[in-house]
């Protein structure tokens, strides 16, 4: 049974350009330290899981007003009885969107495979680089999992995005565009500025990154760089 801790009945930014329901999956194979579902992704199990079946009845009750369906964790691509879940939700009627962290390729690929799933969103932690990314994901990490997981995008079989929160702890403009140049020519990179959070997990604020994506474009012509 795949640990579905939470529901959102009703979000507008979730699924770009339709109203969705957004559901959290529980457990994940990163400790991010700025995370901010860390209970849900690494103690799990504190929290119960809801009922599958009430989950497609309230999906099912919801599909005259909702047009997609978002499947967010934790780390929703951990369970391979998600593929069979994905496909339920599309036989409904609905979009379905997944977020990932991109560690798991296998899984990541046998989803979009399926066809069943309609939008990827991937995070890039930091640039491509083994300690650097195990600084941000909190464990050490198998920086070939992630870059396996970006070349599956980059095929376009399915409409996606790549996304980077910019932490300064974490990030700094020399990775951004080492993101860029392993990325290009993605559909889409979103630099998102963090701005939840402590303090040691801020990064630049919204007119520096601004400025900072006019010298990216500059260097990287028809690049599909976005800010929020
Ligand atoms: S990958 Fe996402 S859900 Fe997992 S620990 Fe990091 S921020 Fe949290």
């Known amino acids: 049974m795949l640990p579905i801790k939470g529901i959102?009945?009703?979000?507008?930014?979730?699924?770009?350009?339709?109203?969705?329901?957004?559901?959290?999956?529980?457990?994940?194979?990163?400790?991010?330290?700025?995370c901010h579902n860390y209970d849900l992704a690494v103690y799990p199990e504190k929290m119960e899981n809801l009922d599958e079946n009430s989950v497609f009845s309230e999906l099912e009750r919801r599909k005259k007003i909702l047009e997609a369906v978002v499947i967010t964790g934790g780390?929703?691509?951990?369970?391979?009885?998600?593929?069979?879940?994905?496909?339920?939700?599309?036989?409904?009627?609905?979009?379905?969107?997944?977020?990932?962290?991109?560690?798991?390729?296998?899984?990541?690929?046998?989803?979009?495979?399926?066809?069943?799933?309609?939008?990827?969103?991937?995070?890039?932690?930091?640039?491509?680089?083994?300690?650097?990314?195990?600084?941000?994901?909190?464990?050490?990490?198998?920086?070939e999992k992630i870059?396996?997981?970006?070349?599956?995008?980059l095929k376009n079989q399915v409409e996606y995005e790549f996304r980077t929160t910019w932490i300064?702890?974490?990030?700094?403009?020399?990775?951004?565009?080492?993101i860029c140049s392993f990325i290009l020519p993605a559909q889409a990179y979103y630099i998102q500025q963090a701005n939840?959070?402590?303090?040691?997990?801020?990064?630049?604020?919204?007119?520096?990154?601004?400025?900072?994506?006019l010298i990216i474009k500059e260097k990287f012509k028809d690049f599909n760089l976005f800010i929020r």
């Open 8 to 34: 959102r009945a009703l979000s507008l930014i979730d699924y770009p350009k339709h109203l969705s329901a957004v559901l959290f999956l529980g457990g994940c194979n990163f400790k991010c330290p700025f």
């Open 196 to 213: 939840e959070g402590l303090e040691e997990f801020q990064g630049p604020e919204i007119r520096e990154i601004e400025k900072k994506s």
């Open 75 to 143: 780390e929703p691509l951990l369970y391979p009885e998600v593929i069979a879940f994905i496909a339920q939700i599309k036989k409904m009627g609905y979009l379905v969107k997944v977020d990932t962290n991109g560690y798991t390729p296998e899984l990541l690929e046998k989803v979009i495979e399926t066809g069943s799933v309609d939008f990827i969103s991937m995070d890039i932690k930091t640039a491509l680089e083994t300690e650097k990314y195990s600084k941000a994901a909190g464990i050490k990490v198998d920086i």
């Open 147 to 153: 870059k396996q997981s970006i070349q599956i995008l």
């Open 168 to 178: 300064s702890k974490f990030v700094s403009f020399e990775d951004i565009l080492q």
